[in-house]
């Protein structure tokens, strides 16, 4: 009985390799697994992913890469065969990755099609958002004053009322300022 995974895979991927149904690889198949065939574009998809050095043996990162691609498909075939694939884990996870994936790729075809603007564009943007751009303020609060109220349960949050109202952040804006501006303490710094 072999006791070593390592050995055990070796042999297992030999026996599946010398299985392949008399099919040859021929024209764009670089391998055939089981009767199951490896093509180059997946061979050149893996690649893609693979971060290669300039200058490295393309040869040796195209068998390495195969390599992977039948290492994979047997242990893949493993796991089918004892039924992995049919479990509510692998369901669940084999769904995850693929909305993952289609999100990904929505995301990288999105973004193919956006263009760069131009100057032009870019200045109007600027100037149709002053409050981003030269009239941006920055405000540092030491602290917030205000009047206690006769009933300070108030301040106190009723159950299920965790909801924050947003304010407008010009109107914020002005009070601050017209605040700030009758403030006889002015900012220390200036």
Request: glycine content about 4%.
């Amino acid at each position: 009985m072999i006791k070593s995974p390592s050995v055990l895979a070796a042999c297992t991927l030999l026996a599946m390799s010398l299985a392949s149904c008399g099919k040859e690889a021929t024209g764009q198949v670089a391998a055939v697994v089981n009767g199951d065939e490896v093509t180059l574009q997946e061979i050149n998809a893996e690649l893609a992913g693979a971060n290669i050095p300039e200058g490295a043996n393309k040869e040796a990162a195209q068998q390495a890469a195969l390599q992977r691609i039948i290492d994979r498909r047997v242990v893949a075939m493993a796991a089918r065969e004892e039924g992995l694939d049919e479990t509510p884990e692998f369901i669940l996870r084999k769904r995850a990755l693929e909305e993952t994936l289609l999100a990904q790729m929505l995301a990288q075809k999105v973004q193919q099609n956006l263009k760069v603007p131009d100057q032009a564009a870019i200045d109007k943007y600027v100037a149709a958002n002053p409050a981003m751009f030269a009239e941006r303020v920055i405000y540092t609060a030491d602290r917030i004053q205000f009047t206690t109220p006769s009933d300070p349960n108030k301040l106190r949050a009723s159950p299920g009322s965790g909801r924050c109202r947003r304010a407008n952040p010009s109107s914020w804006r002005n009070a601050v300022r017209s605040r700030w501006r009758s403030s006889p303490a002015r900012d220390p710094r200036r």
